[in-house]
């Protein structure tokens, strides 16, 4: 077992493509002992779902002729205490959108590194929301001025969660850093965005996700 191993309960894999499932569940057999359940529809997930005490759903959005988000609000609604974890190849800017409007604890690309898929699982399994560097980037692209692109990938994921009302120190926990180097971040973000306060900065994000 890796040095980064993972503690995350039971997991439901919902993918309609066998080899996708498999490579998910090989991943996670790699990086730590995990009891793994897998569906291919809505109707599979969410018999596990009635059986089993899931802790996580890693979900695909396209499910065929199937829409993932329809699982994402039915665990939303009845079992609460899931984490939803969007695992797509799916870049489009609407369902990022509407991902952020659920409330996921994660929005994943499928191309990215096998490290940064175990990295968002961990940062889930402790309580805190990962976004892939690059959707966000893309959301950003046409709806901001060009400074943005200074901005480090770090300072978009906390942009990202400032335009959700989020604290300080909500930031930090859920990015598993201290405040103070929250604070840094933001404080750069301010600067490079010419930007003279935190409120101003929740407008600004939110503005921008809402556009």
Known sequence: MSSTALEMGKILVVDDHPLVRRGIIDIL???????VFEG???AAAKAILKEKRIDIVIIDLNLGNENGFELVEMVKSSYPDIKNVVLTSSSNIFDYKKAMELDVDAYIIKDAFIEDIVYALQVVSRGGKYYSPQIIQQSMNGFMPKELMELTDREKEILAHLSKGMTNAQISNALFIAESTTKKHISNILSKLKLNNRVEAVLYTKKLFES
């Open 29 to 35: 057999s790699m990086n730590g002992k995990q009891e």
């Open 40 to 42: 291919s529809n809505l």
